[in-house]
């Protein structure tokens, strides 16, 4: 088995699910064209047709299938560190890693306002992944880390925390209404739902507030057609929402860039730019502040 990478770090499950999925679903393409292509015999002919498995024959999204293209190329680079590659082979290869913008929606404050207000819950549970939410809404975490916050992580007013996915320290400020949600539990945010189960808990919340029991139209690529997929925005509604909304609301607040990435962990502005989702109405009043 390839090492994927090589600077000594334990990779978590979250980071090691899509290659386990990448070599399933070249497994399967190779059981259906009953044939097997050794590692070093991998051309352009046998991307494309792993690509076209994925796209056509899958439905997959134009994203989804990226993803797991990088998840290849990334093998076949740390094969060429391990000479199990050759580097000639690999610089006349052309993988499919773009992605295109997708239309994920944020929650503006407003919504987040009445999410907050929420009185009445039909479990404990239905109180417990409202109140993470929203320490992920006003904090930048990623589901991985605001849904496992202790008091070992308030420290002198901050909130200190080592990302699971990159593992970078990050001391965020604690926003006043982070700060209510840890009063309320003594700072030890209750134990989370699996990310699955948070999902569907979140959406029944969501889908109480008038506000969000609106159309809402996402255009993507899958199957390789333009597709437009229409739902409720309350049905579009998950963890990593909760990311997206606070890196948008301070953008829209007029916060600097690079200081919503020294919370939100972004390495390049690049990466945070797709996490921008203003609206056209968002931008129009961030341009009447500034006149």
Known sequence: MLTIYTDGTRLEENSIKPFRTVLSHLQNFETANKKSIPLDKFNQEYHD???????????????????YMMCLLQVIK?????????PVLLGQL????????SDNIYLNEKELKEIMNLKEFNSKMEAVVRDLFI????????????????????????????????????????HPFVNQILKKYKNKLPKSPTNQEFNRTLKDIC?????????????????????????????????????????????????PVMTIMAFSGHK????????????NEDHRKIIRGFW
């Open 268 to 279: 390049t502005e690049k990466n945070f730019r797709k996490y921008i989702k203003s609206t």
């Open 135 to 174: 320490v992920g809404c006003y904090t930048g975490l990623r589901f991985s880390n605001y849904s496992n916050l202790g008091t070992e992580n308030i420290r002198n007013g901050l909130i200190e925390v080592v990302q699971v996915k990159t593992k970078e320290k990050l001391e965020i400020e604690i």
């Open 207 to 255: 889908q109480r507030i008038p506000m969000l029991d609106v159309p809402f139209e996402k255009l993507i690529t899958k199957g390789r057609r333009k597709t437009i997929i229409g739902k409720k925005k309350w049905e579009m509604i998950m963890t990593h929402t909760a990311r997206r909304s606070f890196c948008t609301n301070m953008y829209n607040r007029g916060v």
């Open 49 to 67: 047709g792993f690509l076209e498995y994925l796209e056509v024959e899958h439905e997959m999204s134009r994203n989804t299938s990226s993803k």
């Open 78 to 86: 740390s094969a060429v560190k391990k000479k199990l590659f050759s």
């Open 94 to 101: 052309e993988f499919a890693t773009a992605r295109e913008n």
